[in-house]
């Protein structure tokens, strides 16, 4: 037998009684369960976002760090004017073909740079150009033409502007030689002049 249940004024209907069985929602506690799970995601995000800003970051110097100037590369001496001392210059020889006088093209170059260091350096004084000769021809000869190379060279020098009172000659024949031989070897670096500095003697 099923109970019998009266409707009437007054009385609740099935209806009512079913809803006010229910439970009723409770504001706080829903929102703490939303929280709750929520803390978890937040957490998350805020810690790769953090370690994202890490990984991009760079380290700039301060603006008022002092740079220290980039090096200056500097220059060798060329080898044909040489140093050894600063007022006692070493210069290399003018080499000439047999049995001639003429300054060759390298020569003239080479000149052009002697003219240009005896110009910057009043302090070598006088430089005196010796003429040399190989073994071959008579002495008088080899005089003679060791002076006709010494007197080429000054007036190169001269005409490059060096004053004739900074320059002298001398001959030596072949009785100085670079190279002691008798053969072409020995005869190529024999023909030649020498700029010798009144500092340097």
Known sequence: MWPIVRVGVGSPTDVELLREARPHPDPIGGLMNQITRLLPIACLGALLTALGCASTQTTRAPSSAKQEPAPVAR?????DVALSE??????????????QALLRRDARETLKRYA????????W???TIEGHCDERGSEEYNVALGGRRAAAVMQYLTDLGIPTSRLETRTYGETRPAIVGHDEAAWRQNRRTELQSEAYN
């Open 75 to 79: 220059t060798a001496p060329t080898a």
């Open 86 to 99: 600063p007022s006692a210059p070493v210069l290399a020889p003018i080499y000439f073909e047999t049995d």
């Open 116 to 123: 240009d260091a005896i110009q910057r350096h009043p302090e």
């Open 125 to 127: 004084g006088v430089v």
